[in-house]
């Protein structure tokens, strides 16, 4: 990947050293939805379904970041936001990036049944392989709502055909943290791979430094000390609103009361937070990472691994 001229370091304690090379690999990913769709839903909005105007601009803004970036991403895409922006998913998949599935409907996987977490798999995936002709391999849960003892989520995954999961992700207080991707053998012998997202284990606290929303509120030198001890292929992950240009507007419809509005409004109070500093933060990290696809990682470890497989618990 093309590399900038070294600079001297500069004072100011968010301006990293620069290299000659990149020092470790991490996997990107893009969490694909409709933020617009999403608050609405949350607060019971009529009409919620429909798209919103602003995921267009985000991802071509996103894309064109990544083009800049000499970087590929795998976008875990939310079934019912690619029906709607089907010409979108058509250009993810002309600049090049791997395509993974983040469910249909953005439901917390625990609050369904093995059944309903089928369905709603088969779902996304089959709008997906209408609009790609590819079957996705990898998939990540809404709000990485699969912990490590869901045993049942993960043999209804390689069930469904898919071929790693990126699910987990450590609360701040949380122990024992996974950094490293490893193999889970399930009881049917058959294995899944669990890439984690990036956590900093530091001392008694795990710090979530692989998302934009802690890039938000983290000075750039600590993020980037942060991923540097992270696990091996330890992972990023992005949304297209916090790549959005323009400050993001709920543009809930008439007769939305007071309270859905206020709610509304801070939830767009706390993205624009990540919004503002979201790209800047990736081209620091590409400086001194390379970045690659998730599919690329899982094609790395499938091909090289020679340890046993964890046994689910």
């Known amino acids: 990947m093309a590399r900038t001229p070294e600079q001297p370091r500069a ?21 694909f939805e409709d933020w617009h769709q999403l608050v609405r839903r949350r607060v019971s909005a009529s009409g919620w ?33 690619a029906r709607t922006h089907p010409d979108l998913l058509e250009a993810v998949v002309a600049r090049g990036h791997e395509i993974g599935c983040h469910g249909d409907a953005h439901l917390p996987v625990l609050g369904q049944t093995p059944q309903e977490f089928a369905a709603d798999l088969r779902a996304a995936r089959s709008t997906i392989e209408q609009l790609t002709g590819s079957r996705p391999i990898g998939y990540r849960a809404p709000a990485f709502s699969i912990p490590r003892d869901a045993r049942w989520a993960y043999e209804v995954l390689e069930a469904e055909g898919f071929a790693y999961d990126s699910s987990q992700h450590e609360s701040p207080a949380g122990r024992g943290a996974d950094v490293a ?32 929303s802690y890039w938000s509120i983290a000075p750039r030198r600590l993020v980037l000390h942060g991923l540097s001890r992270a696990g091996r292929l330890a992972g990023l992950y992005l ?30 109070l706390q993205r624009n937070a990540a919004r503002r500093r979201a790209a800047a933060v990736l081209r620091t990290i590409a400086q001194r990472f390379r970045l690659i696809s998730y599919g690329e990682g899982h094609a790395t ?6 340890t046993r497989p964890r046994a689910l618990s």
Do not use: C, I, K
């Open 239 to 268: 949304h297209p609103h916090e790549l959005d240009p323009q400050p993001l507007e709920p543009l809930l419809p008439p007769g939305t009361g007071v309270p859905q509005r206020a709610q509304a409004r801070l939830r767009a």
């Open 11 to 31: 004072r100011n304690e968010d301006q990293p050293p620069t290299g000659d090379r990149p020092e470790r690999t991490l996997l990107l990913s893009v969490d």
């Open 301 to 306: 470890l499938s091909a090289g691994s020679g």
């Open 181 to 212: 991707p490893y193999e889970l053998e399930l009881p049917n012998g058959q294995t899944l791979w669990e890439l984690p997202v990036a956590v900093w284990s530091a001392g008694p606290a795990n710090l979530r430094v692989g998302g934009a």
């Open 49 to 81: 379904q429909q798209p919103g105007p602003a995921l267009a601009r985000q991802t071509n803004a996103l894309l064109d970041l990544l083009d800049e970036l000499h970087a590929r991403a795998t976008f875990f895409v939310l079934g019912m936001a």
